[in-house]
């Protein structure tokens, strides 16, 4: 019974549930806000956990959100005929509906309006988890098309969470990185050279070449915010008794490197089956200090993650 009770996802009862109990259709991220539910994410503790793909979840943003993950991942592909940032993971699967403004944009503005409202300070200090104000969520932004021509797009399309002053930015005069409700990292086709170019100021990073990190100075945390690499292409192969010696070795020396240059490092392509594998590979990489652990399971990965970091009623990360 204790197994079965741990394999099943916790149910809050709160908004964020009850809109992903009534979510339709990808309107309804926005229009389920009103009226605001004022209970919005009450007994959720974020975990290190990324949404990979997200947009394919039964509710792209508020199962991530429910289930407690701090980093969410938009495929975006520019349509030339509406100029807009259609989201899916192929040209096949888009459709005018599901676009980046719809799914994330604007829902993550309303949200952070209605959980800062009438709240007495000046500089936006609430994040989506109201209990964990400090927490920021990031957006990573997987540009499908040519980032050339999409990334500025994207750029425009980020204007009411900065208008809002939602976005976590880098101010060159200042110590570091300046903290706000949402870091915005751009990945894919999204080309460095154009997140680089403000030296002065920049509210949106780069996901650096975490198997590249060491030859190459380059990436740092006033460009950069996470360091990612698929699983496979780092360490190769890994076999359902394993990790190796070897490949634990590669996968350690990248997450030291990343975190030595200040960015938050994450494995993507992790092997979900055998299931045991999968775990011994979370557990792995969580006692070698990810960043922010990448699944595709988020209720199975936050559960986990949880029960992994409590120990004797303590919380330990």
């Known amino acids: 019974m204790a197994l079965v009770d741990n394999l099943i996802p916790p149910v809050h009862a709160n908004g964020l549930q009850r809109i992903r109990d009534s979510w339709k259709k990808p309107s309804d991220s926005i229009t389920a806000l009103s009226p605001w539910p004022k209970d919005f994410s009450q007994g959720i503790t974020p975990v290190r956990c990324h949404s990979h793909n997200d947009y394919w979840r039964k509710v792209p943003l508020f199962d991530a959100l429910t289930a407690g993950c ?6 975006v592909w520019l349509d030339k005929t509406s100029n807009d940032l259609l989201v899916g993971h192929r040209k096949s699967s888009l459709s005018a509906d599901r676009t980046l403004q719809s799914l994330y944009i604007k829902p993550l503005t ?15 200090k609430s994040g989506v988890f109201e209990t964990f104000p400090n927490v920021s969520l990031t957006l990573l932004i997987d540009v499908k098309t040519d980032g050339h021509t999409t990334w500025p797009v994207v750029m425009d399309q980020l204007a009411p969470l900065r208008a809002g002053g939602w976005l976590s930015y880098w101010n060159r005069t200042g110590d570091g990185l300046a903290w706000r409700p949402i870091i915005v990292v751009g990945t894919g086709n999204t080309p460095f050279e154009l997140i680089n170019a403000d030296a002065e100021y920049r509210d949106v990073f780069f996901d650096a070449p975490l198997d590249k990190l060491a030859d190459n100075a380059s990436f740092t945390a006033n460009n950069s915010y996470y360091a990612s690499v698929s699983l496979k292409k780092a360490a190769g192969t890994i076999w359902p008794w394993g990790p190796s010696r070897r490949q634990k070795e590669t996968m350690k020396r990248m997450i030291d490197t990343a975190a030595a240059r200040g960015l938050v490092s994450r494995f993507w392509d992790i092997p979900g089956w055998p299931v045991n594998l999968r775990t011994k590979l979370w557990q792995f990489l969580m006692e070698s200090g990810i960043g922010i652990l990448n699944v595709d399971e988020v209720f199975e990965a936050t559960q986990w993650i949880r029960g992994w970091c409590t120990v004797a009623g303590r919380v330990l990360c």
């Open 70 to 75: 701090v980093g969410v991942e938009a495929d």
């Open 110 to 124: 309303t949200i952070l309006t209605r959980i800062n409202q009438d709240a007495n300070f000046s500089v936006p």
